[in-house]
């Protein structure tokens, strides 16, 4: 690998993440937050001026392959570290920190805050927050500026940071279609090495391009994505969801990540409409966006067409019955179909939302709940885990196999929508699905290891902790559980988890490929 061209782009990557940032700069500023707009200023100075010595350092030479794979790898690393460098200015812990903001790239969800207000928003705990660098450094400035002149400033700790809850669904939206995606879509004379990065940053096995430029694909579903994600922001608003509340929740539902600023999540709202609206979106945030696009400019049935799509449905609807029939919900038939619809729709999308504690549900439905983690949604979504196409390739070369076992000699084609699938397409789905198993297995035990003396981390918390975050979902069982937070995990436990989730939404080939000897010599 060339590692100046990597740095350059890199370099550049963090030029555009520092513009994002103030974005929540200026939430922390419409609600008269200091120490918020110190946060997020400082961190945007310091990715600014780290983008723009990476892009000097760097080369101006054409990007290969290998040099897509580090940026797209290396850039959700970076991301992560320079987008948590809010939460540790307003006075989380950096491996707390870190947590948070993979979780919020990777369109996670899971949570390591703790305590709310009394509107139910998340806060940072007060003692933290009063020895925070942003907390020291509004001090400073307060003894800097005289009286006379000074604005206003608080006089309270401010714990609640809405500008800082605003980042964490912001960021989820970002990492949803995926920042890469973005530098491709926004950034002109990338050529050939914009396809690279769309091929290595597209989740899922099925990465053609809806037109020939990739620069051009990654416009049309960005597009999609800012369309449908207006829409659910105008019917939750219709709905009575305050304006703030729904641009966060449409943020994490569109991307599948599950960032509420509510600490009940949408629990909070008590509304069946709302419930009904994010079910939708999440549904449609779950299937193949390449469909969403064909459905709208060419083929209004692609859609239903689609094996994928049709067996993605098949199951939602599967999961909602066998728990609304075995998984001890009480209340009417009405109210089981609310509760179990939304949580099988919101594990399966690994989106990750709560309007129950499902942790209290029967061992059947969490079984089924786990299933899901481990499944996902369809590729060429904004969700994670194996994805539905390839558990369906999977099904197909079982069955394959098993007809081989009666005709030996038989000459037997795998098909999917009525088109054969190559072997050079099934090989590669069918090791996925093998390295995502032996990895969740292997995080587990490690997990285990590291958590031996903490007496909450019961078998199935950590599973389901390893399965939740490598699929990208959010909530677990147990201490990780949708009214519980990942606070109370060991520190190398987080960083374990943290590593989970980077490797799931790089879907573990993106990820581990940067391992190999070979990638990186020149």
Not at 282 to 303: Q, V, W
Request: some cysteine.
């Amino acid at each position: 690998m060339k590692v100046k061209i990597f740095i350059r782009l890199f370099g550049t990557l963090l030029k555009l993440l520092a513009l994002l940032l103030l974005v929540p700069g200026a939430i922390a500023a419409y609600y008269g937050e200091t120490r918020g707009v110190i946060a997020f200023a400082l961190t945007s100075f310091i990715t600014l001026t780290c983008g723009i010595l990476f892009e000097r350092l760097g080369s101006q030479e054409q990007m290969g392959h290998k040099e897509g794979f580090a940026l797209v790898g290396l850039g959700w690393l970076g991301a992560a570290f320079f987008g948590a460098l809010p939460y540790v200015f307003l006075g989380t812990s950096m491996v707390d920190g870190l947590f948070e903001s993979m979780s919020a790239f990777t369109t996670t969800g899971s949570c390591i805050f703790t305590e709310t207000n009394a509107q139910g928003y998340w806060i940072i705990n007060t003692t933290l927050a009063d020895h925070s660098i942003a907390c020291a450094l509004e001090r400073e400035l307060s003894t800097l500026i005289s009286n006379a002149t000074r604005p206003q400033m608080e006089n309270r700790p401010d714990i609640t940071y809405m500008g800082l809850l605003f980042w964490r669904s912001f960021a989820q939206w970002l990492g949803g279609m995926g920042i890469i995606l973005m530098f491709i879509a926004i950034l002109p004379k990338l050529g050939v090495a914009g396809r690279q990065l769309f091929k290595a940053e597209v989740p899922g096995p099925d990465k053609d391009a809806l037109t020939p430029r990739i620069r051009q694909t990654a416009k049309l579903l960005w597009w999609i994505y800012i369309l449908l994600t207006i829409a659910e922001i105008v019917l939750l608003m219709l709905a009575g969801m305050p304006l703030y509340d729904s641009l966060c929740n449409t943020f994490a539902s569109m991307a599948t990540g599950g960032f509420s600023p509510q600490g009940l999540s949408i629990a909070a709202y008590n509304s069946v409409l709302i419930d009904a609206i994010i079910t939708l979106f999440m549904f449609l945030a779950g299937a193949n966006f390449a469909l969403h696009y064909r459905m709208i400019y060419s083929d209004r049935k692609s859609l239903f067409r689609d094996p994928e799509f049709r067996f993605y449905t098949l199951i939602v609807l599967a999961a909602t019955a066998i728990i609304v029939i075995w998984g001890g919900i009480d209340g009417d038939i009405f109210y089981r179909i609310r509760m179990a619809g939304f949580q099988v729709v919101t594990i399966m999308t690994t989106t990750g939302f709560a309007t129950a504690d499902f942790d209290k549900w029967t061992a059947a439905a969490k079984f089924m709940l786990l299933l899901l983690m481990i499944i996902g949604a369809c590729a060429g979504s904004t969700g994670g885990a194996i994805k539905v196409v390839r558990l369906l390739l999977v099904l197909k070369s079982g069955y394959r196999e098993l007809l081989h076992a009666l005709h030996p000699k038989a000459v037997i084609p795998v098909k999917l929508g009525g088109l054969t699938v190559k072997d050079e397409i099934l090989r590669p789905s069918n090791i996925f699905v093998g390295s995502y198993l032996i990895i969740l297995a292997v995080a587990s035990l490690l997990l285990a290891i590291v958590s031996y003396n903490e007496p909450g981390m019961t078998m199935e918390a950590i599973i389901s902790a390893v399965a939740t975050t490598l699929g990208n979902v959010g909530p677990g069982f147990g201490m990780v559980g949708p009214m519980y937070s990942f606070e109370y995990i060991h520190p190398a436990g987080k960083m374990i988890l943290f590593f989970c989730m980077w490797i799931g939404r790089l879907e573990i080939v993106a990820a581990l490929v940067l391992l190999v000897p070979e990638f990186w010599k020149k």
